[in-house]
């Protein structure tokens, strides 16, 4: 994410808690880029929201009460969202910066937040999707993490192994 400025705004996501109350929360608000054309362009990485990714440009409409509410993708940025659960070590900080650090490697920037363990991914185009993936996987079967694709494009698609 870039320096909060003046140009920055929230975006409100409604969201969907499935029987298992995932996601904890029935809204998200993210930090935008207000293009002011009735359009922002999402400027951080979702922890919950299902089908946007950083960079995203998207339809915005404002209440009654002043409050962004986001409306369809007209723009894809092409980056995809992964999060992760991790489970080394209960998630603890040093694991998700680990975690975090591993995947910085590879092309990717993120950040973790401590009170679900998580790490949420911005991988964008130019990213090693391939080792991504590798590294993904070989976590998922090692048990050091969940993963959940948020919001993936079609040249992540094509990385899919077996």
Partial sequence: MTNISGDH????????I????WPPASVESLWAVDLSDGTVRLDNT????????????????????????AGDTVQPSQNCTIRLIVLKDQ?????RQSVLKAFHSL???GEGIERYGMVALDVPPEAD???IR??????EAKEWWHREEGCVTAAW??????
């Fill in 9 to 16: 705004v929230k975006v409100h996501f409604r969201m969907d």
């Fill in 18 to 21: 499935d029987e298992d109350g």
């Fill in 46 to 69: 979702p922890w919950f929201v299902r089908g946007v990714a950083s960079g995203d440009i998207i339809t915005v409409e404002l209440d009654d009460e002043g409050v962004l509410w």
């Fill in 91 to 95: 998630g603890s900080a040093a694991a």
């Fill in 107 to 109: 092309g990717t920037t």
């Fill in 129 to 131: 999707l391939q080792r």
């Fill in 134 to 139: 590798k590294l993904l996987e070989h976590g």
């Fill in 157 to 162: 698609r094509t990385t899919v192994t077996g």
